[in-house]
């Protein structure tokens, strides 16, 4: 099987949307069921089902705002400082949720 891949700047695609020129068919996208939608992925090689343990294990990406200072403070502490602040949010979560023992 020969493949046709092709690659467009955003601009081009841009372009091309305003031209009219998707190739997408969004009247049929419209008016897909969840049931035309299965049944496309059931015959899709590429396709896999997610599972609820995908899920489970995934990683969310959240808009995080920080002040100049926080940033360059988080970056001068580590080259990830997206695993620095992993860490930095999993003590605090760990420390709130553990257990308190009871005053003696």
């Not at 396709?47 to 969310?60: F, G, H, V, Y």
């Not at 990406?61 to 949010?89: C, F, G, K």
């Amino acid at each position: 099987m020969s493949e046709n891949i092709v690659s467009y700047t955003s601009e081009e695609l841009a372009a091309m949307r305003a031209r009219g020129e998707s190739g997408t068919d969004w009247q049929r996208v419209k008016t897909s069921t969840d049931a035309d939608i299965k049944a496309a992925m059931a015959t899709d090689p590429d396709s896999e089902e997610i599972t609820d343990e995908d899920w489970q294990n995934a990683i969310l990406t959240v808009p995080l705002e920080l002040e100049p200072e926080m940033m360059a403070w988080l970056q001068a502490q580590s080259e990830n400082y997206q695993d620095h602040i992993q860490r930095l949010v999993r003590e605090e979560m760990q420390q709130k949720s553990a257990p308190h023992s009871s005053p003696q």
